[in-house]
T-cell receptor, first 112, second 115 residues
Framework: QKEVEQDPGPLSVPEGAIVSLNCTYSNSAFQYFMWYRQYSRKGPELLMYTYSSGNKEDGRFTAQVDKSSKYISLFIRDSQPSDSATYLCALLFSGSARQLTFGSGTQLTVLP | DGGITQSPKYLFRKEGQNVTLSCEQN?????MYWYRQDPGQGLRLIYYSQIVNDFQKGDIAEGYSVSREKKESFPLTVTSAQKNPTAFYLC??????????????FGDGTRLSIL
């Protein structure tokens, strides 16, 4: 079993739809949770970062963490064609001197 | 503007050849990382460095080597021992490592292909 499982997609939605992207993880030692957006042939760009259970909102984006269920989500409201990208969840252990553990990414296409 | 610069954007390697990928950052970050990304897979860590003149192997270090002689620079060499080097290589940096609440920031990658 992988440490982080992410819905692979691809996911295609009409413009204006609400998008839900999800990851589950197996190790309760993960304490920091991030979402990255990666456009084709570009590096990942940090979208959201949180370390507590609950919701964190930034504009049209909401990151949700449920540590009891080991489940994290990213919601995109009023999706736009410019949101078309691959979205990667990334998790970090508290006190880790190593690196992020990434999900495999979900490819999202928002159709105009 | 602060950021991470990777060069070249595209690189081709002949059989038996070593190639070096450049990564430079002007963010004054202590830690730097190299990842490999294959289609449909997440990022896999090759090497990371917390301070100058020190680095550690990641999950897939075989066939790769690094150096960290300057805080700003963390070049990656793909050696001839790496039998399947075709991939997208990403360099990242972060302000702190241990117990960090500073996430990693990425360059725009180098795409390596075999001739």
């Amino acid at each position: 079993q992988k440490e982080v499982e992410q819905d692979p997609g691809p996911l295609s939605v009409p413009e204006g739809a609400i998008v839900s992207l999800n990851c589950t993880y197996s190790n309760s030692a993960f304490q920091y949770f991030m979402w990255y957006r990666q456009y084709s042939r570009k590096g990942p760009e940090l979208l959201m970062y949180t370390y507590s259970s609950g919701n964190k909102e930034d504009g049209r984006f909401t990151a949700q963490v449920d540590k009891s269920s080991k489940y994290i989500s990213l919601f995109i409201r009023d999706s736009q064609p410019s949101d078309s990208a691959t979205y990667l969840c990334a998790l970090l252990f508290s006190g880790s001197a190593r690196q992020l553990t990434f999900g495999s990414g979900t490819q999202l296409t928002v159709l105009p | 503007d602060g950021g991470i610069t990777q060069s070249p954007k595209y690189l081709f390697r002949k059989e038996g050849q070593n190639v070096t990928l450049s990564c430079e950052q002007n963010l004054n970050h202590d830690a730097m990382y190299w990842y490999r990304q294959d289609p449909g897979q997440g990022l896999r860590l090759i090497y990371y460095s917390q301070i100058v003149n020190d680095f550690q192997k990641g999950d897939i270090a075989e066939g790769y080597s690094v150096s960290r002689e300057k805080k700003e620079s963390f070049p990656l060499t793909v050696t001839s021992a790496q039998k399947n080097p075709t991939a997208f290589y990403l360099c990242a940096s972060s302000a702190r490592v241990t117990g960090s609440n500073q996430p990693q920031h990425f360059g725009d990658g180098t795409r390596l292909s075999i001739l």
